[in-house]
């Protein structure tokens, strides 16, 4: 079982609020992933990591950026959030031992 | 990486074993199938990938068919917290493919008491 922690759980917030979604895991994982899921739908990967210092944009355009500046953590933050920006953000690492991704509980965000 | 096809739903009576298919027949030499499931508002958990050969572990057992081009997960004995949607996702080592995950629509599988 992986050890992935995702904090807050529930955020809700108003429109041009600046905010930070945490994400650490405690595994060692150099890759780490930013998944965008609305309920019902698919996931979209958003932003991705192969180790520190390392960021790409994922297939789905965000308006959200991200760091890497140690490994066992990959902080998502939305500079001016919007209602749009509504949705669960899902976070991953990955293990090589077994090429497979873990993920994160999730956090809820709601922009009003 | 090869696209999946899997069936929109699924019912099963607790106890009893849930199999659910999924079609990739595009798939390539070096592509694995991969599951995970997601229950209702948490994240995707990984549950078996496999090459070629059959696959157990404690969650499932993984049968991919001798042309590779579907695979069934089987869990033996259903119960109610398998209620869930399950992925199927065929994708090539990270070494080629990058480790991008792309979930399809999935299956929702209920168990039934």
């Known amino acids: 079982e992986a050890d992935i922690y995702q904090t807050p759980r529930y955020l809700v917030i108003g429109t041009g609020k600046k905010i930070t979604l945490e994400c650490s895991q405690t595994?060692?994982?150099?890759?780490m992933y930013w998944y965008q899921q609305d309920p019902g739908m698919e996931l979209h990967l958003i932003h991705y990591?192969?180790?520190?210092?390392?960021?790409e944009k994922g297939d789905l355009s965000s308006e959200s950026t991200v760091s890497r500046i140690r490994t066992e953590h990959f902080p998502l933050t939305l500079e001016s959030a919007r209602p749009s920006h509504t949705s669960q953000y899902l976070c991953?690492?990955?293990?090589?031992?077994?090429?497979?991704?873990?993920f994160g509980p999730g956090t809820r965000l709601t922009v009003l | 990486d090869a696209k999946t096809t899997q069936p929109t739903s699924m019912d099963c009576a607790e106890g009893r074993a849930a199999n659910l298919p999924c079609n990739h027949s595009?798939?390539?030499?070096?592509?694995?199938v991969y599951w995970y499931r997601q229950i209702h508002s948490q994240g995707p958990q990984y549950i078996i990938h496999?090459?070629?050969n059959n696959e157990t572990n404690e969650m499932a057992s993984l049968i991919i068919t001798e042309d590779r081009k579907s695979s069934t997960l089987i869990l033996p004995h259903a119960t109610l917290r398998d209620t869930a949607v399950y992925y199927c996702?065929?994708?090539?080592?990270?070494?080629?493919?990058?480790?991008?995950?792309?979930f399809g629509e999935g299956t929702q599988l209920t168990v039934n008491p």
């Open positions: 595009t798939i390539s030499g070096n592509e694995y």
């Open positions: 496999g090459l070629k």
């Open positions: 991953a690492s990955q293990s090589d031992a077994i090429d497979t991704q873990y």
């Open positions: 990591s192969y180790g520190v210092n390392s960021t």
């Open positions: 595994m060692g994982h150099d890759k």
């Open positions: 996702i065929v994708r090539a080592p990270f070494e080629t493919s990058g480790s991008r995950l792309t």
